[in-house]
């Protein structure tokens, strides 16, 4: 079965401290690595997705990794407005469609001013 | 219309009853998924269609939870004989395309069975 695990469960940065948060998977077949920002009483808001391994995506401040282990969510010089949840998901591979999200629990980001 | 829209955005019920939960998608939205969240977790996994088929049922707890797309667009997340324990936010999300690709979610429906 899937474990997608994430840490910290919640960190908290000054405004301009930069930190990276981590998502480690175990997957059989990964079919895309997603990360979301969720907002209190909001759904989760889509940010990226990466397929392989070394493959690395921009915006704004954050920046999000892969390796075949692991995914990191690298956020530079943070503003209070980026403080939320960063949940990672995989895509399970199941007949070609990863159709299926596994999610973890979610970082509690805060940034103090 | 702009988002994905579900209604009732609160439900509370009683113990025993049922309830409808109801997903309206993207205008277009091939994909379809029911998600379950509670607090201070991650979305949970519980259907998913492909236009009108369910492709994939298995994260439905038990057999009290049903799920339907009749056409292809507006859904509808079926909880007989509700528990307590079935108290949550219940999540629907879409996407374009088949894979899952971008999904966006809703505002969810907040159920409390008392």
Known sequence: ?113 | GAGVSQSPRYKVTKRGQDVALRCDPISGHVSLYWYRQALGQGPEFLTYFNYEAQQDKSGLPNDRFSAERPEGSISTLTIQRTEQRDSAMYRCASSLERDVGEAFFGQGTRLTVV
Do not use: M
């Open chain 1, 1 to 113: 079965e899937d474990q997608v695990t994430q840490s910290p469960e919640a960190l908290r940065l000054q405004e301009g401290e930069s930190s990276s948060l981590n998502c480690s998977y175990t997957v059989s077949g990964l079919r895309g690595l997603f990360w979301y920002r969720q907002d209190p009483g909001k759904g989760p808001e889509f940010l990226f997705t990466l397929y392989s391994a070394g493959e690395e995506k921009e915006k704004e401040r954050l920046k999000a990794t892969l390796t075949k282990k692991e995914s990191f969510l690298h956020i530079t010089a943070p503003k209070p407005e980026d403080s939320a949840t960063y949940l990672c998901a995989v895509g399970e591979d199941s007949g070609g469609s990863n159709y299926k999200l596994t999610f973890g629990k979610g970082t509690l980001l805060t940034v103090n001013p």
